[in-house]
T-cell receptor, first 110, second 110 residues
Framework: KAGVTQTPRYLIKTRGQQVTLSCSPI?????VSWYQQTPGQGLQFLFE???????NKGNFPGRFSGRQFSNSRSEMNVSTLELGDSALYLC?????????FGPGTRLTVT | KNEVEQSPQNLTAQEGEFITINCSYS?????LHWLQQHPGGGIVSLFM???GKKKHGRLIATINIQEKHSSLHITASHPRDSAVYIC????????????FGKGTRLHILP
């Protein structure tokens, strides 16, 4: 089975711009979760989607949003980028609890 | 105080040594996840635990629900075990679903 894929792998954006990241889960997995990893805060939960509905949400501002499509692929969007949004963004898919992580998208905001 | 605490933060050991990494939490959980992250960012799931003990090869994970504590042990450590080990807890009755420890950076010397 193919693993979780994320595109793009690297991205450089300017403050104030918006960005969309994509995640394709493992076939058959209906849950997709998004995480932000920074050196200062470590890994933090952004949100989880299941069957196209947001099921859980972490403590992030409304600039961070996501969606899930009928084929379980998911996108996350960050609007009005800030320097502090520079991070590794990881998605993970799951059947139950166990998370299977993608390689991540490294976003740099300048 | 962080809701998930890992110790030690950094650990350097000689090849062959027995390694223990600890994770303590202060919240109600439904499961605990041990993850391994190699340089470059890729995260691999090692164990999912809700009680007792699990073993996979040279890795052993235990959890004590009453004491809110889990340990990850590595027997006969090898330089390829060098990585960051992260403990994550799945929360009960909370929207933010999962919180992570800050990680333990392990370096095994040949």
């Amino acid at each position: 089975k193919a693993g979780v894929t994320q595109t793009p792998r690297y991205l450089i954006k300017t403050r104030g711009q918006q960005v969309t990241l994509s995640c394709s889960p493992i076939s058959g997995h209906r849950s997709v979760s998004w995480y932000q990893q920074t050196p200062g805060q470590g890994l933090q939960f952004l949100f989880e989607y299941f069957s196209e509905t947001q099921r859980n949400k972490g403590n992030f501002p409304g600039r961070f949003s996501g969606r899930q499509f009928s084929n379980s692929r998911s996108e996350m969007n960050v609007s009005t980028l800030e320097l502090g949004d520079s991070a590794l963004y990881l998605c993970a898919s799951s059947l139950y609890y166990e998370q299977y992580f993608g390689p991540g998208t490294r976003l740099t905001v300048t | 105080k962080n809701e998930v605490e890992q110790s030690p933060q950094n650990l350097t050991a000689q090849e062959g040594e027995f390694i223990t990494i600890n994770c303590s939490y202060s919240v109600g959980i439904s499961a605990l996840h041990w993850l391994q992250q190699h340089p470059g960012g890729g995260i691999v799931s090692l164990f999912m635990l809700s009680s007792g003990k699990k073993k996979h090869g040279r890795l052993i994970a235990t959890i004590n629900i009453q004491e809110k504590h889990s340990s990850l042990h590595i027997t006969a450590s090898h330089p390829r075990d060098s990585a960051v080990y992260i403990c994550a807890v799945f929360l009960m009755n909370r929207d933010d679903k999962i919180i992570f420890g800050k990680g333990t950076r392990l370096h095994i010397l040949p």
